[in-house]
């Protein structure tokens, strides 16, 4: 597992580069035993409908490329594609504008995954500290996060008890309780995830400067990782 991982950082090493694609990220804490979507790479539309079939629709289109951060900037995501003809659709165009809005970025294809049930959507990231070390932090996606800075952090590797009081020590614990009728989400399998990705940081602590989850999907039972972005940068060893 851990040398599967390792070969995916050596490789954006060996090429220049220092972000992951989205799929290489997600291939790389799925290894670690991540809870991310279902998905798979697709280099023509041959093989989008192929994979989408084996998940089973709807499903969801990402432009993967070394190139772009900010895959809906530039049309690289498409969501609730509902059949075949949506997915041939949706495929071309997705290759088009993004060809028009960065000409010169790589493209390795597009990724083909699940489309997860809405929900409430959080945000677990970690960052190399000069100080302490990998650094973890959680926060409720959307504007708690923009807006609230409703931020909080710890350093990896947590205990499951770190994890909890991470989670509680934000406003947005208020709504992963239960408000209105809606809820209480999983706080628990929050807190499992914070623990992994803080041992996958902390394991990985020599490749990873940045990365964050975001956004998990958080259900009454469960999490589910939609997206992850993984910045690796040679640590300098003195
Ligand atoms: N598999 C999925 N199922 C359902 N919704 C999804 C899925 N993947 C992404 N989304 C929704 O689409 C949004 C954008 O997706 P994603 O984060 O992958 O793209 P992005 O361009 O990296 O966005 P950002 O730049 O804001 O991080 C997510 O915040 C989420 O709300
Ligand atoms: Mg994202």
New binding site residues.
């Given amino acids: 597992m851990d040398s599967e991982i390792i070969g995916i950082f050596d490789r954006v090493i060996r090429e220049n580069r220092k972000l992951l694609t989205?799929y290489e990220a997600k291939l790389a804490i799925s290894f670690y035993g991540l809870s991310v979507?279902e998905m798979g790479l697709a280099r023509d539309l041959d093989e989008a409908l192929e994979i989408a079939h084996k998940i089973g629709f709807p499903v969801?289109l990402?432009i993967v490329s070394p190139d772009i951060?900010?895959?809906?900037?530039v049309g690289?995501?498409i969501?609730?594609i509902k059949n075949e003809e949506e997915l041939e659709k949706a495929y071309q165009k997705m290759m088009k504008v993004v060809k028009g809005n960065v000409p010169n970025a790589r493209i390795d294809g597009i990724l083909v995954?699940?489309?997860?049930k809405?929900s409430v959507?959080v945000i677990i990231g970690g960052m190399r500290d000069r100080q302490f070390g990998p650094v973890v932090i959680f926060g409720l996606?959307g504007i708690f996060v923009e807006v609230f800075k409703d931020i909080s952090y710890g350093i990896a590797p947590l205990v499951r008890e770190e994890a909890l009081d991470m989670i509680k020590n934000t406003r947005a614990y208020k709504i992963l309780k239960g408000y209105r009728g809606k809820g209480p989400y999983d706080v628990d399998a929050i807190a499992d995830l914070m623990v992994k990705t803080s041992n996958f940081i902390w394991t990985f602590r020599e490749y990873i400067a940045e990365m964050d989850l975001?956004?998990v999907?958080v259900y009454e039972k469960g999490v589910k990782i939609?997206?992850a972005?993984i910045v690796c940068e040679r640590e300098n060893r003195l």
């Fill in positions: 989205v979507t969801v990402k951060v900010h895959k809906t900037d690289g995501v969501l609730n995954e699940e489309m997860l809405p959507e996606g975001n956004p999907f939609a997206d972005r």
